[in-house]
């Protein structure tokens, strides 16, 4: 079953054109990565697919409110890490933030939820606009080099966090430019010229 | 919707809690404002006009300039933490339309968190100014205190989701507000008694307060003029602020 369906997706800056027809179906519980190099439009299509930039042609359908982590970490800097969870809370409408709170300690930040957003480091960042990206449990992610910035453990708890949601049933896409993770997807998108034009077989699920 | 609106209330103040150059500006800024140019202006009289009533009335020189000065100082102050609040948040704002935060209860919140700062900064340049000048009109200058502030806040907002920079957005804001409240008053400017000031933001407020003041007046008329501006700046703000955020998918 199709989570996330792209048809004919167009987009251009000016006279360039960035993506020309674009196709892209992901199933439930699918891992993808969609990997090109830069400029190509990997981002320009993730935020596509998250609604934040509406497509000159085609269209996005989804199997509901996706969890979204752009590239660039996007938070209030004055905002607590626990007052970013409340304010994410109340946009999902979900009453119990156990889930946020969970991800918090298994990506090791805890000692933080008191803390400023312009006071943490890149990585601790990086993790708090993760969190809030899975804290609804979301069937569709869509993250944007989602480990920038991680320490090794973080970037394993990443994967392991990854896993579980694929068993869960969680379609994600990942733009990622790292070639020597490709075998921890189900499937590598290549975007070349506007389009995705080659997809690599499937691969075994990351251990 | 409630949910989200009481949220996002509590959540914007307490943001611009945080803003440490606010609270220097206002704890340092407005006193040593108030000080240095009641040092520098003598009680001489000169001639204000109140438009409203028509009359020329003769005011101690050195008290009108406290009010123009307050006015200044808290317009300056309140365009900038509005300002900086709207630049600041702008991009997270867009995340959470994206993550189904309701567009109409983000900027409701935005424009009343905007008032509630208004309002206390208004009010504390007009405790602050008792040190200096115990006008019989308190009330008045006060209540003109917080028009101007809210006149601001709404400018603040509109520099914030107009302007590509912070430079030019600060820029802005100094340059009007100082040019708006510097030009109404006659110590200053010759030519303040002009009916071309009459179209001027702080024209409301600085009327409002020398009648209150001065003439024991209550100029209701110019309560309206500075609501006018006020509204027209934050819908114009607010109508260019929901056009840059982005379409809302999900209930």
């Known amino acids: 079953m199709s989570a996330l369906t792209a048809r004919g997706i167009c987009q251009a800056f000016g006279r360039r054109q960035v993506l020309a027809g674009l196709d892209l179906e992901v199933a439930a519980g699918e891992l993808v990565a969609v ?9 320009t299509l993730l935020r596509i697919l998250a609604g934040d930039l509406r497509p000159d042609a085609g269209t996005v359908t989804m199997a509901g409110r996706p969890g979204y982590c752009p590239q660039t970490v996007v938070l209030d800097e004055a905002l607590t890490v626990d007052q ?3 304010y994410f809370q109340a946009a999902y409408g979900i009453g119990s933030a156990a889930r946020a709170g969970e991800l918090i300690e298994r990506l090791g930040y805890a000692s933080y939820r008191g803390q400023p957003a312009g006071t943490l480091s890149g990585g601790t960042r990086q993790k708090l ?3 809030l990206a899975l804290m609804h449990d979301p069937p569709v992610l869509l993250l944007d080099e989602p480990y920038q910035g991680f320490d090794w453990e973080t970037y394993l708890a990443f994967w392991d966090l990854t896993g579980e949601l694929r068993a869960a049933g969680t379609a994600t896409v990942v ?13 590598v998108c290549h975007l070349t010229d506007g389009q995705i034009t080659e997809e690599a077989g499937r691969h075994a699920p990351a251990a | 919707m409630r949910q989200q609106l009481e949220t996002a209330l509590r959540l914007s103040l307490a943001a611009q809690v945080r803003n440490r150059l606010a609270w220097i500006l206002l704890v340092v800024f407005v006193p040593v404002w108030y000080l240095l140019i009641g040092s520098m202006i003598s009680h001489t009289g000169a001639e204000f006009r109140l438009r409203a009533t028509g009359t020329g009335i003769v005011v101690d020189g050195h008290n009108l300039t406290l009010i123009t000065a307050g006015l200044s100082a808290i317009t300056l102050i309140t365009g900038f933490v509005v300002f900086a609040a709207v630049r600041r948040s702008l991009p997270f704002d ?7 935060y309701r567009h109409a209860a983000l900027i409701a919140a935005k424009t009343n968190a905007a008032l509630v700062q208004a309002v206390g900064i208004g009010a504390y340049a007009a405790l602050v100014l008792l040190a200096f000048w115990r006008p019989a009109g308190a009330w008045a200058v006060a209540a003109a205190f917080m028009l101007g502030a809210a006149t601001y ?9 107009l302007v590509r920079g912070d430079l030019e957005g600060f820029f802005l804001i100094i340059m009007i507000s100082m040019l708006d409240t510097f030009l109404e008053n006659p110590v200053d400017n010759p030519l303040a008694n002009r009916p071309l000031l009459e179209f001027f933001p702080s024209y409301g407020p600085t009327q409002f307060a020398a009648a209150g003041a001065f003439h024991h007046q209550a100029l209701v008329s110019m309560v309206g003029v500075s609501l006018a501006w006020t509204a027209a700046f934050a819908l114009l703000g607010l109508v260019v602020l929901r056009l840059r955020l982005p379409a809302r998918r999900w209930a």
């Open chain 1, 35 to 43: 990997v090109g190099e830069n400029g190509t439009g990997k981002t």
């Open chain 1, 84 to 86: 970013h969870v409340r």
């Open chain 1, 129 to 131: 606009s993760l969190t």
């Open chain 1, 175 to 187: 733009i990622s430019h790292l070639v020597f993770e490709q075998e921890r997807f189900d499937r």
């Open chain 2, 94 to 100: 867009r995340r959470l339309v994206l993550s189904g």
């Open chain 2, 153 to 161: 806040a709404a400018f603040g907002l509109l520099i914030g989701v």
